[in-house]
């Protein structure tokens, strides 16, 4: 990603909050970590952001009462729950603030950046939702027809053909993390369901073989990055 995307987190839990810190910046974040919530509420007041991640059980103020100010500023901004409440109540309360996730602890750090990503998508999907045709070089991809074409020449794609494509549109010029797609469109990152992306990714590339000024590519241990010249319209 050109322009790291900003992470407010805040986690009491000295250790949790470092692990958790420290992955998120290797994932190609910008992380910020506050202890409670008083000193997040303070950086938000003067940073920009993209996403939070709060604990619900800090000191100075919890979780629940950093989300309501925060949506009092600003009504857009996915927020995430970390907690180790599992009661029903307390989930229904932190998604009746304005919730867009909750994860109960012990989580994987895996898990995390899933619905972290997951969550994003969504927001750039609602930001974009009028434009569902890229440009693609010489190419145009209509990802609700699921049609490419060139010129006269229209390609009728399958179901998982485009919806490939079509996140690797919105990551064009950006690394498509592998785990990422393979749970968005096939749900499960077993090795049948990889093998089954590769063979994906290798129609794709035949049919955008037309165009030498595109070019999907792979990224070791990381995944794909669509090369094009221009962005999505």
Same mark, same amino acid.
């Given at each position: 990603?050109?322009?790291?995307?900003? %992470?407010?987190?805040?986690?009491?839990?000295?250790?949790? &909050?470092m692990?958790?810190?420290?992955?998120?910046q290797?994932?190609?974040y910008? #992380?910020?970590?506050?202890?409670?919530g008083?000193?997040?509420?303070? #950086?938000?007041?003067?940073n920009?952001?993209? !996403?939070c991640v709060?604990?619900?059980?800090?000191p100075?103020?919890? &979780?629940f009462? =950093?989300?309501?100010?925060? /949506? #009092?500023?600003?009504?857009? %901004?996915?927020? !995430?729950?970390?907690?180790a409440?599992?009661?029903?109540?307390?989930? =229904?309360?932190?998604f009746? $603030?304005?919730a867009?996730?909750? $994860?109960t602890?012990?989580?994987s750090?895996?898990?995390?950046?899933?619905r972290?990503?997951?969550i994003?998508?969504?927001?750039?999907?609602?930001? *974009?939702?009028?434009?569902?045709?890229?440009k693609?070089?010489k190419?145009?991809?209509?990802?609700?027809?699921? $049609?490419?074409?060139?010129g006269?020449?229209?390609?009728?794609l399958?179901t998982?053909?485009?919806?490939?494509?079509?996140?690797?549109c919105?990551?064009?010029n950006e690394?498509?993390?592998?785990?990422?797609?393979?749970?968005? !469109?096939? $749900?499960?990152?077993?090795?049948? *369901?990889? /093998?089954?992306?590769?063979?994906y +990714?290798?129609?794709?590339r035949?049919?955008?073989?037309?165009? *030498?000024?595109?070019?999907? !590519? *792979? +990224?070791?241990?990381?995944g794909y990055?669509? %090369?094009?010249?221009?962005?999505?319209?």
């Open positions: 990603m050109d322009e790291k995307l900003r %992470i407010l987190l805040c986690e009491d839990d000295e250790n949790l &909050g692990l958790l810190s420290e992955y998120l290797a994932k190609g910008a #992380a910020e970590l506050y202890p409670d008083d000193a997040g509420f303070k #950086a938000f007041q003067k920009k952001y993209d !996403i709060f604990d619900v059980m800090m100075k103020k919890d &979780g009462t =950093l989300a309501q100010e925060v /949506r #009092a500023v600003n009504t857009e %901004i996915p927020i !995430i729950f970390l907690t409440k599992t009661l029903k109540e307390d989930i =229904l309360e932190g009746k $603030i304005g867009d996730d909750y $994860i602890k012990p989580f750090m895996e898990e995390l950046t899933f972290i990503e997951a994003l998508r969504r927001v750039r999907g609602k930001k *974009n939702k009028e434009s569902s045709v890229y693609l070089g190419f145009t991809f209509d990802s609700q027809k699921q $049609i490419l074409s060139l006269e020449k229209q390609t009728k399958t998982k053909e485009s919806e490939l494509l079509s996140l690797l919105a990551h064009a690394i498509l993390q592998r785990d990422f797609a393979l749970k968005t !469109i096939w $749900i499960d990152d077993n090795y049948f *369901n990889a /093998r089954s992306m590769d063979v +990714i290798t129609k794709l035949k049919h955008l073989r037309e165009d *030498n000024s595109i070019e999907i !590519i *792979n +990224i070791h241990g990381k990055k669509l %090369i094009t010249p221009e962005k999505e319209v």
